[in-house]
Structures are given as structure tokens and as C-alpha cells.
């Protein structure tokens, strides 16, 4: 379970990172469709810097390695196309969910309250019985003790966050793409 333990003053908040979602360039597909997302996502510094103790952590994605398996089942399909499939792909989403949960059960302090911050959309309701957030049909959340905010959607700005650590990550991705959460505690 690849984790780095962070101090408050390494996560890295800039409230325009919410703006990343939508701009003149690309629109997230999950912007204003989700309770987790812009523009409902509230900007949460102060939400953070209540707790104490910080883990970044994070799954790796061999972008090299991806392709090759894609290409074998999907000759035709173009290297850019399956590159940018890497992102979508929930097989990657649930490596992360599986290195936190992972985290969470190894983890042997004592704590008072927890939050997580996870990559991408809250996907709680997107099963056989909710079939997708309430959030465009102007219900409220079905589980709002279970909404996964993404770091982003609050505002840390995560390439700075793990640009001074031991994280090699790349911008824009050419081998490697990285998942991150940020698991807080107090």
C-alpha cells in the first residue's frame, strides 16, 4: 500500500483548482451532474486543516503495460485513445479504493473522526439498484454520510501536493499515471 505521510502545510489548496472542471479547453462529464462535484463541492481548507494527521495514498498505473493488454484485445484502437481510456477505467478506480481500504485496516492509531478524499466522481450510487447520483433530478443525495469527494473537486491542488514528495510523477503522463486519496485523521 504506497502511502506518504504529509504534514497540513504540504496539501496544497487553491480554491481555481475547482475551476479546473470546466474551462474554455474540456468540461469534466461529472461537472454539475454530481453532489460531489463542482459546482456543489465545497471548497474545504478549513474543513481540512481541522484534522491532525495526513496519508497520501496512492496507486500506481503503468501506462506502457496498459496499452499492451489493450492493443491485444483491441488492435485497431489507436494508442491515444487507449491512453486516455486508462482514466476512465474502473478497474484502476477500484485499485485505489482497494490501497485505502487496505490503508484503513492497517492502520493502527487511534483516532476520533476520519475523512477521505478519493480521484475522480463519487461512484455510491452508480450500482444495479440507485443506477447514478440524484443530482440531476433535483433529489438530494441518498447517502450523504457516504458522499467520496475527489481532491480536486475541493480544491488541493494535487500535482502541487506531490510535487516536492517521492512521487515521480509526470505531467502529462507518458508511463505512469497515479491515482491519489488523501486519508486525514484527528
Known sequence: MPSIKLKLE???FDPKVQSYCVSPSY?????????T????AP?????????????????EINLNEYVKKQKL?????????IRNQAYTDSTFKNNLENEINGFLDNYREDYEERLILWAGFCRTCYNKIDKGCTYDSGKPCRYPHKQKYAMEAVGINVTETVKDLSVNIEWPP?????????????
Open 10 to 12: 504540504n496539501i496544497k
Open 27 to 35: 468540461k469534466c462529464p461529472s461537472y454539475g451532474h454530481s453532489w
Open 37 to 40: 462535484c463542482p459546482p456543489e
Open 43 to 59: 471548497y474545504m481548507e478549513d474543513v481540512v486543516s481541522k484534522f491532525k494527521t495526513f496519508f497520501l495514498v496512492y496507486d
Open 73 to 81: 484485445k483491441h488492435p485497431k484502437m489507436s494508442e491515444k485513445k
Open 174 to 186: 507518458i508511463n505512469y499515471v497515479y491515482r491519489f486519496g488523501l486519508v486525514c485523521f484527528r
